[in-house]
């Protein structure tokens, strides 16, 4: 009989049990009103006020979890994900865990390009991206060393000439005097779903799960912005503002001046609030937001 994901009634959810994701993934379920006791302690959590478990597990097992069924969702970064080769779909990409997967090699050493690769050793925790990268790329003779961790000393313990790894700010490649050479995978924090097949309850449980959060993600990317600004530059101040719908304004006791309310995108609040201010607005105060469904 082929195995699905709806024995279980709960929501299943893998997270990373303690790593570099998991705070702020459990930050992020927290934030969309989930409420769970001691996730420290245990390995499985039941959600007190949401009908989901969280399974707590090391990351490299998340994927062939959801793959397999056994859990209906979970949290990890899309270079686990892509290493593993799970079946499974990405439902949304997360703006942390935040990283890439590249080749790096001594700094001023005889590997200074891809064609140098040849006939090298190179010491990683991704072996099947590296070996496809290096062999999409005509690089056919290469010895790849499996290791699980500190990869980036590698090459100073002569056990390789070069590294395959995950770099962020670039600051262990730079402490190991390595240089990065080639990106092989550009990554984020993926929420991966399974395809194995999904009762009907199940699937309004992830509806629901998706509305709370994109209205989450959509509010941590958005302030509320009010303000108070002559009426006649009104017109001016709507071009201005990259509003998400159309700005509230209210009439002031003071005449000619209105209040302005609207909400805008995060990453266009310096430019905003500088072309504002030009135009007489005064009083601009900015709040963060905590939900918002669209
Ligand atoms: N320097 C970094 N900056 C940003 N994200 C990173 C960085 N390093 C790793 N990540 C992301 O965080 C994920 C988890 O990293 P972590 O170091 O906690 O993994 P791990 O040691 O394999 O953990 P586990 O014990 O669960 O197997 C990585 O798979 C990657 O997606
Ligand atoms: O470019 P950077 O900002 O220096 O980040 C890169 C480092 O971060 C990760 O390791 P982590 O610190 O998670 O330790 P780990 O090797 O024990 O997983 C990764 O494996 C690199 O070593
Ligand atoms: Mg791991």
């Not at 770099?167 to 991966?192: D, F, P, R």
């Not at 309004?204 to 302030?223: G, P, T, V, W």
Request: with cysteine.
């Amino acid at each position: 009989m082929e195995r699905t994901a709806d024995s279980k009634t709960s929501l299943r959810i893998a997270i990373q049990k303690s790593g570099r994701l998991t705070d702020k993934t459990i930050e992020l379920l927290k934030g969309i009103g989930l409420r769970f006791d001691d996730y420290k302690r245990n390995l499985m959590v039941k959600c007190r006020n949401f009908d989901v478990e969280l399974l707590l597990i090391r990351d490299d097992d998340i994927p062939e979890y959801v793959q397999d069924g056994v859990c209906d969702l979970g949290f990890v970064g899309a270079n686990v994900t892509a290493e593993t080769g799970a079946d499974v779909s990405v439902l949304r990409g997360l703006d942390y865990g935040v990283c890439r997967l590249s080749l790096a090699a001594r700094k001023d050493g005889d590997i200074q390009q891809l064609e140098d690769f040849e006939g090298k050793t190179i010491a990683t925790s991704y072996p099947r991206l590296t070996r496809r990268f290096l062999e999409n790329n005509n690089i056919a003779n290469t010895n790849i060393v499996t290791i699980s961790g500190a990869v980036e000393i590698a090459p100073r313990l002569e056990v390789a000439d070069a590294i395959c790894d995950l770099v962020s700010t670039g600051n262990t490649l730079k402490a190991n005097g390595l240089e990065e050479l080639e990106v092989i995978l550009e990554s984020e924090t993926q929420l991966i779903q399974t395809n194995k097949k999904l009762s009907p309850g199940k699937k309004k449980l992830i509806e629901k799960f998706l509305i709370r959060m994109d209205s989450h993600q959509q509010a941590e990317r958005s302030r509320y912005i009010m303000m108070n600004a002559p009426e006649s530059a009104v017109p001016k101040i709507k071009e201005i503002i990259p509003s998400l719908n159309s700005p509230t304004v209210m009439p002031l006791a003071d005449d000619h001046m209105v209040a302005i309310h609207t909400v805008i995108p995060i990453d266009q609040f310096w430019i905003v609030m500088e072309r504002l201010k030009e135009e007489g607005a005064t009083g601009i105060v900015i709040l963060p937001i905590e939900s918002m469904i669209l």
